[in-house]
């Protein structure tokens, strides 16, 4: 009977741990990771998203984050690891871990792979992205949510309808990713060397036949190799008119772009190494610059030539100018992927990227120089008057000069087309 007993009681209580599990599976508090995973399929929570700001800096607290970025960079890298963090650290409680990576591609190649194989809990929390790695990431549902109207932020200190802020190179952002800067082409020389830079790619052309060897630029799929790339298209074939309808013909395209790759060919033999081989990224084109390879370097910061001159990378003389016809500009921004299990500190960073404080330090080109994401209209006087009393140096631009040379970018889905044609049309030739 005792025996018996002590089975009947044993039996009752795995029964009860049965039930209070149960109970407490289902009362315990969801984590917010994965809450959306941006496949319209499935069903979305929107606890994180519908939550009081207050709310979300709670959660936050004690999170790292990690930030997945291109690196190439040193001032870029230095704003983040000592400007941004420790404040982001003291203000919100949130570490910020920046990750480099050679190619935003890199990222999306990786979040895809996470996709793939049905990884919920991601190592990426935050990514700078733009552009065709933003296209590649809504197309494959990569990405978290509408999360950049809940930025305090954003909603105070940004134009949201702007043009250049609501679409990302002609895809609407909806929300899924938050602008962090603004950028436009620019090319770099040394005045000491070059007292009249060419101001179109006939003048380009010319000069670098009576300069052979002290001119390149990156190969494709580097961004600013590119970017310049996208230039010679827009002025070899009429502008950039006929680049802005959102899908590609790509027939069309390719007899209609023949007159660029005809140039680069042409321009090909005067450059560098004879065009024999091409600087696999900016920072290397910077670097023939900074010795005297060559004689002009190019970038998509306006400031970037001041910040290294700054650091005593480039020569004092260093100067920058626009084509005649204008050059490229657009905005970047920072997105959280789909699988990030960190979003409300992602979103606390974010924010805090957006503060007027850290745009008008990212301004300097002390810390890097980047043009800032933030309407000057909506920002108080003093950080007006701040942010108008920043030394750009010598070698930038006056924003006025800028802003009047500003031709827009061609949506995405034309960059991979143009750098698919010209590795068939050049770099095989």
Not at 296 to 310: E, G, I, N, R
Not at 345 to 359: E, H, K, T, V, Y
């Amino acid at each position: 009977m005792k025996r018996k007993l002590l089975w009947m009681g044993f039996v009752f209580m795995i029964f009860t741990g049965i039930i209070l599990a149960g109970c407490s599976h289902t009362n315990a508090p969801k984590s917010d990771a994965g809450q959306k995973t941006g496949d319209d399929s499935k069903p979305v929570s929107n606890s994180l998203l519908d939550a009081k700001w207050n709310d979300v800096l709670a959660q936050a607290k004690g999170q790292t984050v990690n930030m997945y970025m291109w690196g190439g960079s040193d001032s870029i890298n230095r704003y983040i690891d000592e400007w941004v963090a420790p404040r982001l650290k003291k203000e919100a409680d949130v570490t910020l871990k920046r990750v480099p990576m050679n190619d935003t591609k890199d990222i999306i190649n990786k979040l895809l792979a996470d996709k793939q194989a049905g990884k919920k809990d991601g190592s990426i929390d935050i990514m700078w992205i733009n552009g065709e790695n933003f296209k590649a990431a809504k197309d494959n549902s990569l990405l978290w949510g509408s999360f950049a109207s809940k930025l305090p932020n954003e909603n105070q200190y940004v134009d949201v309808k702007a043009p250049d802020v609501a679409s990302d190179f002609g895809l609407p952002t909806d929300g899924t990713e938050a602008p962090w800067g603004k950028a436009q082409f620019v090319f770099a020389y040394d005045s000491d060397k070059l007292k009249n830079p060419p101001k179109s790619m006939k003048e380009l052309l010319e000069w670098t036949k009576k300069n052979p060897g002290k001119f390149t630029y990156p190969a494709p799929p580097d961004f600013t190799g590119s970017a310049f790339i996208r230039h010679v298209i827009y002025e070899q074939t009429g502008g950039y008119e006929p680049y802005m309808k959102a899908n590609v013909d790509e027939k069309t395209m390719n007899d209609k772009t023949k007159p660029a790759w005809d140039f680069l060919n042409e321009l090909k033999p005067y450059l560098w190494r004879e065009g024999k081989t091409y600087p696999e990224s900016v920072a290397k084109l910077d670097q023939l610059y900074g010795n005297g390879e060559v004689w002009m370097t190019m970038s998509y910061d306006p400031s970037s030539a001041a910040s290294q001159v700054k650091k005593g990378a480039f020569p004092k003389s260093t100067r920058t100018f626009v084509l005649e016809k204008g050059t490229l500009s657009n905005t970047h921004y920072l997105s959280i992927p789909f699988n990030s299990v960190h979003l409300a500190g992602a979103m606390a960073a974010i924010n805090f990227l957006l503060s007027p404080d850290a745009q008008i330090a990212k301004a300097d080109p002390a810390n890097w120089g980047d043009f800032t994401a933030l309407d000057p209209k909506k920002l108080s006087a003093d950080d007006q008057k701040r942010l108008a009393s920043i030394d750009r140096g010598e070698a930038t631009l006056p924003i006025d000069v800028l802003a009047s040379h500003r031709v827009p970018e061609t949506p995405a889905a034309y960059v991979d087309e143009f750098e698919k044609e010209w590795t068939q049309n050049v770099a095989k030739k």
